[in-house]
């Protein structure tokens, strides 16, 4: 995962995987979005963190928290790295 600010106060993460096509879940929850994939609109600011997690069949789960600071910063994931086989 990879985290970007956006316009002043929304920001946007890019996910994406290898291989492609994983199921994207954020703060729990599981979404209907598959990698590769730009969540937008998302709040910014210090309390606005994000738990991602990638699940692909054979692979073991990817999971980072994402925070989305204010206009300028980013922090939490740099993301790219991947999951080994989980079986």
């Keep these: ?3 970007a600010t956006g316009a002043a106060s929304r ?3 890019e996910l994406h995987s290898d291989p492609e096509g994983a199921h994207i879940w954020i703060n729990d929850a599981p979404t209907p979005h598959r990698t590769p994939y730009t969540l ?3 709040a910014t600011g ?3 963190r994000f738990r991602v997690r990638l699940t692909a069949e054979g692979y ?3 999971m980072e928290e994402v ?3 204010t206009a ?3 922090g ?8 080994g086989r989980g079986r």
């Design 1 to 3: 995962a990879r985290a």
């Design 72 to 74: 300028g910063a980013t």
């Design 11 to 13: 920001g946007t993460i």
């Design 40 to 42: 937008r609109d998302l």
């Design 76 to 83: 939490g994931g740099t993301g790219r790295r991947g999951g």
């Design 67 to 69: 925070a989305l600071l």
């Design 60 to 62: 073991a789960p990817y």
């Design 46 to 48: 210090p309390d606005a």
